[in-house]
C-alpha cells in the first residue's frame, strides 16, 4: 500500500457516466493537488455519506487547488447513476478490473453483503509531482475519513 513519501500507482479506467471516457491517473497528475477516496460501493450508505461529504467541502478542495476523485469497482452505469441522484460534481472512476484496487493494496471482501473483491475505503492525497503526502485506510469500511485533517492536508500539499 503506498504510504506518505511514495511515488503513487497510476492506473487507467473508465470515468463514471454513461460515454464511459477512459481515464488514465498520469494525465491528472501535475495540475495541483489530487485527492484518490476509494469506497467500496455506490448507493450503500457510509459510500453516500463520503462522498457527499466531500461534495459539501468541494469548493474548499478547489479553493486549495485540487482534485477530487472517487474511486470504486462499480460500474461506470452505477457510478453515473450514483453521481447524477446525488448531484456529485467530481469524478467517479469505475475500476472494474481492480487495476488502482490492486496497486494500492485495497482489496477487500464483504461477504454478508455480497461484495468480493471491492476497495477498503481509503484516501491519498497525491502532490504535482504524484508524491502521496497524505494516505488513511479505513480499519472497518464503514468508518469515514477524518474530513477536516484532510482538507488541512491538502491544502498544505
Known amino acids: 500500500m ?15 457516466t454513461s460515454d ?4 488514465d491517473l498520469e494525465d491528472r497528475i501535475g495540475d495541483g493537488p489530487l ?21 459539501e467541502r468541494l469548493d474548499e478542495f478547489r479553493d486549495a487547488g485540487a482534485s477530487v476523485l472517487g474511486v470504486s469497482a462499480d460500474s461506470p452505469f452505477s457510478l453515473g447513476a450514483f453521481q447524477e441522484e446525488h ?3 467530481f469524478d467517479l472512476v469505475s475500476d472494474m478490473n481492480r487495476e488502482a484496487i490492486r496497486k494500492y493494496d485495497l482489496e477487500i471482501d464483504i461477504p454478508e453483503l455480497g461484495l468480493y473483491e471491492i476497495a477498503n475505503r481509503a484516501v491519498f492525497v497525491l502532490d504535482e509531482d504524484g508524491t502521496v503526502t497524505y494516505d488513511w485506510t479505513a480499519d472497518d469500511p464503514t468508518n469515514e475519513p ?5 482538507l488541512n492536508e491538502v491544502q498544505a500539499a
Open 146 to 150: 477524518p474530513y477536516d485533517e484532510l
Open 35 to 55: 485527492v484518490l477516496a476509494f469506497f467500496p460501493g455506490a448507493f450503500t450508505p457510509p459510500c453516500t455519506n463520503e462522498m457527499l461529504a466531500l461534495q
Open 20 to 23: 464511459h471516457a477512459s481515464f
Open 87 to 89: 448531484g456529485v460534481e
Open 2 to 16: 503506498p504510504a506518505t513519501g511514495d511515488t503513487a500507482p497510476t492506473f487507467t479506467a473508465t470515468v463514471g
